[in-house]
């Protein structure tokens, strides 16, 4: 019988500079399901061209996730909503993208 190790968390609060609103901030590490690396949704980013070649393709052609989760990277980018989008992929928001949602 394998050993189970209990241990106590205390996540912490941050406050988003976005909304102004405050969120829990929880370790990768306690977060179950599936967690893309960095070089997944900035291949995903690199392939996408608005208008010409859109999350449908990304997806298709170069990353193997849901329609759903390919298109919300796109969105949170293109909007520029998130401070880990500006922070990791701000330099692959085309100029026809700026300001889309």
Do not use: K, N
């Amino acid at each position: 019988m394998d050993r189970v190790v209990v241990r106590l968390v205390s996540p912490r609060r941050g406050r988003c500079r976005g909304c102004g609103r405050t969120h829990v901030l929880v370790a990768g590490a306690l977060v179950g399901g599936l967690r893309d690396g960095l070089e997944v949704v900035r291949a995903a980013l690199m392939a996408w061209r608005p208008g010409v070649f859109g999350f449908r393709r990304v997806v298709e052609q170069y990353v193997d996730r849901a329609f759903s989760t390919v298109r919300g990277w796109i969105r949170a980018v293109a909007r520029g909503s998130s401070w880990w989008a500006r922070e990791h992929f701000g330099d692959l928001i085309p100029a026809s993208a700026a300001g889309r949602g």
